[in-house]
């Protein structure tokens, strides 16, 4: 599991500089901008729920500890 979180984190972070390249800042709300820019914003809400996540099992791992 840890693996896969952190594969997919990868992923999310190549996605978002790539499409970062992809934007035309002379024009930002044009077509293939405006895809990059939900392509990024998708790609921040991925970084934040793996985060959400790994934090879940950090406190779940915490609990059974104290038990």
Partial sequence: MKIFKILLSLIAIILIVYNFTKVNF???LE???ITAFI???ASMCALILLQIL???KK???HVK???
């Fill in 26 to 28: 002379n024009s930002p």
């Fill in 65 to 67: 500890q104290n038990k």
């Fill in 54 to 56: 790994r934090l879940s």
């Fill in 59 to 61: 406190i779940e791992k």
């Fill in 39 to 41: 392509t990024i914003f």
């Fill in 31 to 33: 077509d293939g901008s």
